[in-house]
């Protein structure tokens, strides 16, 4: 059989892989390899497997093959992240349950991903809507609560109107829902939170420990966290007790606040402001509860605000300043009012010229006077009108005003997080209940752990239909139990949880699936954690990768995992596009990975997946050629297939030319891989390839010894990228075992050193001479060997005027 033919290889060999089990991790504590754990972010069960997935999968697959050829005992799991919105609605659309839905498409995508030859330990599978893994969510809810970790409070909640559920902050992108894309408001709700806050600090400093991560995944998780230091300045307002806190980066400017802003959302605006203004203020309170955040920041929004009819005392000079309602001070950030000093803030700064607001110079910058030109001056330079600090630089007065703060007792230095605390509950149906019991007698009881799970009521249909209210909240008989406390008459919450719990430790749930005895054994994860390669999306920089960050840390405080950091080495790959756009519905510009496989075959679909382009970039589907790969995998197979020595014969007869381009190639292909280089290292087994043919056809033969071991060699890199024909050569090849334990090759340095090269050297633009010289020659040392030479030195009557020197291939000499 010489013809190639995809879809024969693949009946064949999925067949038989399904019955070999052959990447299944060891769980024999005798096992002598080294452990490695490598993970690709599992999978949302919406329909069947998509390009993206082609491309993830793939290049998780090249990783996890690399480590199996390599000798290591390699962890490579996969589960189905299958908790969600989607299936719900799907469920409401059919008129059937969230999980007929759910448990059809795993089953779809578990066949697709066997066809697909990902080298996955099945044994090892997990569902998180499985009661057996949602009952470990709970559980370790009850021990967030115990920490204080977990915890319910009122407040202004994201709210998505389309999906009808409350969202995290990291789930509000740009204003609008991360899922649907429905602008997201504002809404007053006692929720659930898991207090990340408490661990903002740690979760920056760890980030030592994250050298192998992408810097701009690194980037967005520190701009999220948004540590800021400062101070926390205190301002008396008239006609209030207590004095009100504001938080500033810049305390040297104090001497520069001519007015005072609450958040138009804040308690204390609706305390404070006066009877007078009060008609206005609600108002204008209405119409800032329709905006999203990132609206209200937006630099370029006109300013709009309302005064309260108070005045605060500015506690160093004792100035008298206003106090303004606006929507560009945040209710939830800080403390919710600002001091605001306009000469060298732009925000203070447009909103002072809008409503007549004095600009105060206190930093002398050499800029123009931005109460003239309408530009802030923020930059450094030296303090003016602002008494003790006169004179200072920026960073002298900070350091001055917080002293003198702090011995009046009117403030404090402070650091200051923009990272908000988890927003955990949602009012849909199909998620981990939250294992909760109100009682109006004892309060919040959490469900005791062997009353565990809580699993969901038997809900389908219409009654999933979203309300505004969880759908659980009309399971009465659900709903209503005994408090676990007293025996009263007590409410579960109705609420479920974020599916980002779920997904922020199913990676140790992998470590021993079937345990009973809590979310996973402590041993196992001793033995397989930390995760050595993380592979997946950078849109869950400051989502899933944040979240399971936290809860490793957590875990770690409670002793459950001796590491404090989940993922060692971390892979963004980039998007799998069409026609140079993201593939989408409205665009029509889909390309459907079963349809291409169907094609061209899995095979070739993998390598054009992984030949297009580093796999942090990007590939455009439109530029690439399966059909050329295809071409390429029935070359190297016929290769493979050509070899007439028999399996096992010493190479080291063999033809010296094709064993130093074999040696070279595992070379370079085994540094090519530990550094992603996956294409390029493509480029290189397509070269080898090329070299074995023309051994074969025009050079010593298929015969020879170096010919199978180039062949072999072949085989088992290719199998790190296309199992099929990697599998169907090594086969044809005599051997017998799977390919991915036939053993990844080490170069021979002695077949590593180039032969030599010729050298020319000329004298006043003659050649001369040729001179045999290794390619790697110095300058210096090439320039003695030229003028050492006799035939060179017969046409030198004198010491020459200047030598060029142009290693390894030319010397040239000016007399
Ligand atoms: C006075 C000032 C003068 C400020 C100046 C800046 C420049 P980061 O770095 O993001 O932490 N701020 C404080 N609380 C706020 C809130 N709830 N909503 C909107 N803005 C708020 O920013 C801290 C700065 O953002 C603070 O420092 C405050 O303005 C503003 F020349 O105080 B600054
Ligand atoms: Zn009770």
């Known amino acids: 059989v010489s013809e190639y033919d995809p879809q024969a290889l693949q009946a064949k060999w999925e067949q038989r892989w399904e019955e ?22 599992f999978p949302y069960p919406s329909g069947d497997l998509h390009m993206g997935h082609g491309e993830v999968f793939a290049i998780g697959d090249v990783i996890a093959r690399f480590w199996m050829q390599q000798g290591y005992n390699v962890l490579h799991p996969i589960g189905w992240d299958s908790f969600g919105l989607p299936a719900e609605n799907a469920a409401i659309r059919r008129n059937t349950h969230p999980a007929e839905w759910t448990y059809a498409n795993i089953e779809t995508q578990a066949h697709s991903f066997r066809r697909y030859g990902v080298a996955f330990d099945w044994s090892r599978r997990l569902h998180t809507s499985d009661p057996d893994y949602y009952r470990w969510n709970q559980w370790l809810f009850n021990r967030f609560f115990e920490r204080g970790l977990a915890y319910r409070k009122g407040g202004l909640v994201n709210w998505c109107p389309n999906d009808q559920t409350v969202l995290a902050n990291e789930q509000v992108v740009a204003g609008r829902c991360e899922r649907c894309g429905a602008d997201v408001v504002r809404r007053e709700l006692t929720q659930w939170y ?58 040297d400017t104090l001497f520069g606040a001519t007015f005072f802003v609450v958040a138009a959302d804040a308690a204390l605006a609706d305390e404070i402001v006066t009877d007078e203004h009060r008609a206005d203020f609600e108002a204008y309170r209405a119409e800032v509860a329709k905006l999203s955040d990132i609206e209200r920041l937006a630099t370029d929004k006109e300013k709009t605000g309302v005064f309260l009819g108070r005045y605060a005392t500015n506690p160093v000079n004792g100035e008298r300043i206003p106090v303004w309602a606006a929507d560009y001070v945040l209710s939830d950030y800080g403390h919710g009012a600002i ?47 602002s008494g003790p600090l006169d004179g200072l630089s920026k960073t002298e007065a900070i350091a001055k005003i917080i002293e003198i703060l702090e011995a009046d007792g009117r403030g404090t230095g402070a650091v200051n997080f923009r990272l908000r605390d988890w927003l955990l509950s949602r009012q849909r149906f199909w998620g981990t209940p939250i294992p909760i019991i109100h009682c109006p007698d004892c309060g919040e009881v959490p469900v005791p752990d062997e009353q565990l799970p809580v699993t969901l009521p038997d809900m389908r249909g219409e009654a999933l239909a979203p309300k505004g209210v969880s759908p659980l909240a009309s399971a009465a008989e659900w709903v209503n139990v005994q408090c676990p406390k007293c025996s009263g008459p007590a409410q579960r919450d109705t609420d479920t949880m974020d599916t980002f719990v779920d997904s922020s430790w199913y990676f140790l749930r992998y470590c021993s699936p079937g345990y009973t005895d809590g979310p996973f054994d402590p041993e196992q994860v001793r033995k397989w954690g930390p995760v050595d390669q993380y592979v997946g999306g950078i849109e869950h920089a400051v989502l899933h990768l944040l979240y399971s960050r936290f809860f490793t840390k957590v875990l770690h405080d409670m002793g459950m995992v001796d590491f404090t950091e989940p993922f060692v080495r971390m892979l963004n790959q980039g998007q799998v596009i069409n026609g140079g756009k993201a593939m989408s519905k409205s665009l029509g510009n889909g390309v459907d990975l079963g349809q291409q496989i169907d094609e061209f075959g899995v095979d070739a679909v993998r390598l054009t997946m992984i030949f297009a382009g580093p796999p942090e970039d990007d590939i455009d589907w439109a530029d690439l050629s399966p059909a050329a790969s295809q071409k390429f995998l029935a070359r190297a197979l016929r290769v493979m297939s050509e070899v007439t020595s028999e399996p096992g014969a010493a190479f080291e007869g063999g033809d010296t030319g094709l064993r130093r381009v074999t040696h070279r190639t595992i070379d370079e292909v085994t540094k090519l891989v530990e550094s992603y280089r996956f294409n390029v290292a493509v480029a290189r087994m397509m070269e080898l390839t090329s070299a074995a043919r023309k051994a074969i056809d025009s050079g010593p033969g298929p015969a020879d010894p170096a010919v199978r071991e180039a062949a072999e060699t072949l085989a088992i890199m290719l199998s790190l990228v296309t199992p099929y024909t990697a599998e169907e050569g090594w086969e044809r090849l005599g051997r017998t075992g799977p390919v991915a334990s036939g053993g990844w090759p080490v170069a021979d340095p002695a077949l590593l050193v180039q032969e030599s090269v010729t050298c020319v050297v000329q004298v006043a633009g003659k050649v001369r001479d040729r001179l045999e010289v290794p390619p790697g020659i110095g300058e ?3 320039r003695a060997l030229a003028l050492a030479s006799e035939k ?23 007399p």
Do not use: C
């Open 194 to 251: 898991f207090k990340i806050t408490d661990y903002a600090q740690r979760l920056l400093d760890d980030m030592k420990q994250l050298d192998a991560w992408p810097e701009r995944l690194l980037t967005m998780q520190r701009n999220w966290i948004g540590r800021s230091e400062g101070a926390d300045v205190l301002f008396e307002i008239e006609g209030r007790d207590e004095p009100v806190h504001v938080y500033t980066t810049r305390p």
């Open 20 to 41: 070999q089990d052959p990447y299944r991790a060891s769980e024999d504590p005798a096992d002598p390899r080294e452990r490695r754990y490598m993970l690709d972010m």
């Open 339 to 385: 001091m605001a000093v306009p000469a060298h803030d732009q925000r203070d700064l447009d909103f002072a010229l809008k409503f007549g607001l004095p600009v105060k110079v206190v930093v002398h910058t050499g800029l123009a006077d931005p109460g003239e030109t309408g530009e802030a001056t923020p930059g450094e330079g030296t303090l003016v009108n």
């Open 780 to 782: 210096d040392d090439l």
């Open 792 to 814: 060179v030195a017969a046409y030198l009557d004198r010491a020459p005027r200047k030598v060029i020197v142009r290693a390894p291939k030319l010397v040239n000499i000016v």
